[in-house]
DNA sequence: TGACGTCAAGATCCG
DNA sequence: CGGATCTTGACGTCA
C-alpha cells in the first residue's frame, strides 16, 4: 500500500510550483518557469524518497498554458532529458504518479469548443507522463463534468467523448465520483460501458452519496472491480472535512485516529491512497509512518525534530509526554505520538510557550548571529512579551536567520509553517 | 453576473 | 528598499 499527497509540498527547500499570467506567458519566460518547475519536481521527487512516500501527484501547472494556443512550445523536445532523468528517478524508487485535471476540465460540455479545450488538456496530462516514459498504471484522474439540467444526455455525450480520445489517452484516464453531481453509483455506471477505473472519492461520496445506503468498504470494493492488470493496484482518493466549513471542504491536516479507524474497516492493503489536505506531504509522511511495517524509532525521532517546536509553542506538557514515550527506543508508539502532536497544535499557543519554543530556536542562531541581529530579537522578544509585536513577526525573523545562516536543522522544522 | 476552488503572481501598502 | 497584505487570474458550471 502506497500513501501520497498531492501537487505541492509544505516547508520542503527548492520545491515550489511556479506560474505566470497569460500576458505575460512570453517564450523565454515560460521556458525559464518549465525549467524551474522541473527542478521543484526534481527536490520534490527527493523528498518522497528520503520519506518513504511512493505516491505523487504532480500538478497540472507543471507546464504552464500547457494545453493552451498561448504556449507554442515543443517543451517535451526542449527539456527531453529532463524528462528522462526525472522518469528514471520515479521508476527506480518504485513511485507511482498521476496527473489530476481540474474542475475545469469538462469532456461532457454541450459547447463544442469547451469539449475540444479539455481533449487539449487531457492530451497535455498524457504528454507529461510520455514524457516521463510512464506506463498506464500511472494515471489522469478526471471528472465526468456538468449535468446541464439532464443527466442521462451528459453521460452519453461523455461516453461519445470518450470513445474519441487516443488511445494513449484512454489507457491513462480513470474517472472519479464528484462533490455535487456525480455519484459514486453513477461514476460506476459509466465505467461498465467503458471499461475505465473507478477513482472512489470518501468525501465527494459524504457530500454527495448515491441514494443506496452502502457503505465506504462496499463501494470501494465495487470500484475495485473495475481496475484491470493493466492499470496497476486500485487508488482511491481519502480526505476529511474541515468541520469549520461547508461539506466537502478538506481538513488541514488528516486526523490520525480518524485515518486508522478507516484503515483498518478497509481491512485491504492492495491499494494506494491518495490523500487530499492542506497540510500535504505532513500527512501523507504521518498515514505513511502509522501503517509502516518499517517500525523503527529513528523516524520517529526524525518526525519529533520537525514537530517539537511546533508543540512546545502550544503545549510544554504534550511536549514533555512527547519526550518520555520517545525514551523507550524497542517501542514504536507511532499513532500515540501523532495524536500527541495533534493535541498540541490544536491548542491556542501562550505568551509564555511560545517565547520558550522561539528561544529554543533562537539556540541554534545565538552563537552565530551578528550583535545587531541578537539585539533585534531580544527586542522583538520583549515588544511581544508587552503585546507591541505579534508572533508571526518574530518567527518571520528567525526564519530568515535560518536561511541567512544555513540553518538546515531549523528550514527542514515545521516550526515556521504549521 | 457572481460564487465556486486553488494557487501563485501581481499590485499595493507600510515602515 | 524589503516585507506584509490584499487582489487578480485562469478555468466551466450553475443559480
Known amino acids: 500500500m502506497r500513501i501520497g499527497y498531492a501537487c505541492l509540498t509544505v516547508g520542503v527547500q527548492g520545491a515550489d510550483m511556479r506560474s505566470c499570467v497569460m500576458k505575460n ?12 518547475n522541473l527542478q521543484s519536481l526534481d527536490h520534490i521527487l527527493d523528498y518522497n524518497i528520503e520519506n518513504g512516500i511512493k505516491l505523487f501527484r504532480i500538478s497540472s501547472d507543471l507546464i504552464p498554458f ?40 469538462v469532456i461532457n460540455s454541450p459547447d463544442e469548443a ?19 516514459g510512464m506506463g498506464p498504471e500511472n494515471k489522469i484522474i478526471l471528472h465526468v463534468g456538468g449535468v446541464y439540467q439532464d443527466k442521462e444526455s451528459a453521460i452519453a455525450r461523455f461516453i461519445n467523448t470518450y470513445h474519441k480520445l487516443e488511445d494513449s489517452v484512454k489507457q491513462r484516464l480513470v474517472i472519479e465520483n464528484d462533490d455535487k453531481s456525480y455519484t459514486v453509483e453513477d461514476v460506476l455506471d459509466i465505467s461498465k460501458k467503458l471499461g475505465v477505473p473507478v477513482v472512489f472519492d470518501n468525501l465527494h461520496n459524504y457530500a454527495n452519496p448515491s441514494p443506496h445506503d452502502v457503505t465506504e468498504e462496499d463501494w470501494i470494493d465495487e470500484c475495485c ?31 490520525i485516529k480518524e485515518f486508522m479507524e478507516f484503515y483498518h474497516k478497509l481491512n485491504r492493503y492492495d491499494l494506494d491512497i491518495m490523500l487530499e489536505v492542506k ?45 518520555n514515550l520517545l525514551k523507550d527506543k524497542e517501542k514504536y508508539p507511532v499513532v500515540s505520538f501523532y495524536r500527541l502532536v495533534e493535541d498540541a497544535l490544536g491548542q491556542n499557543e501562550s505568551i509564555g510557550n511560545s517565547i520558550n519554543a522561539a528561544m ?28 507591541k509585536v505579534v508572533l508571526p513577526v518574530i518567527k518571520n525573523y528567525l526564519r530568515r536567520l535560518s536561511d541567512k545562516y544555513h540553518r538546515e536543522y531549523l528550514l527542514s522544522s515545521y516550526y515556521f509553517i504549521l
Open 25 to 36: 506567458a512570453s517564450e523565454e519566460r515560460l521556458l525559464e518557469i518549465i525549467a524551474s
Open 66 to 105: 500547457g494545453s493552451s494556443p498561448i504556449n507554442t512550445l515543443k517543451w517535451w523536445e526542449h527539456f527531453e532529458p529532463q524528462f528522462l532523468k526525472l522518469g528514471e528517478k520515479i521508476r527506480n524508487n518504485s513511485i507511482r504518479v498521476s496527473l489530476h485535471p481540474g474542475q475545469y476540465t
Open 114 to 132: 469547451v469539449v475540444l479545450r479539455a481533449i487539449k488538456d487531457l492530451d497535455y496530462h498524457t504528454k507529461v507522463l510520455d514524457s516521463l
Open 225 to 255: 472491480k473495475t481496475w484491470q492488470e493493466q492499470d496497476g493496484p486500485q487508488k482511491i482518493h481519502y480526505s476529511q472535512q474541515d468541520y469549520g466549513k461547508k461539506a466537502g471542504s478538506h481538513s488541514a491536516s488528516i486526523r
Open 279 to 323: 497540510d500535504k506531504n505532513l500527512s501523507a509522511v504521518k498515514c505513511s509512518n502509522c501503517i509502516s511495517t518499517d517500525k523503527k524509532m529513528i523516524i520517529l525521532e526524525q518526525e519529533w525534530s520537525r514537530y517539537k517546536y511546533s508543540v512546545l509553542e502550544k503545549s510544554h506538557n504534550n511536549y514533555s509526554t512527547i519526550r
Open 360 to 387: 529554543h530556536v533562537w539556540g541554534y542562531l545565538k552563537d552565530i548571529a551578528a550583535e545587531s541581529e541578537k539585539k533585534k530579537f531580544l527586542k522583538m522578544i520583549d515588544d511581544y512579551q508587552q503585546g
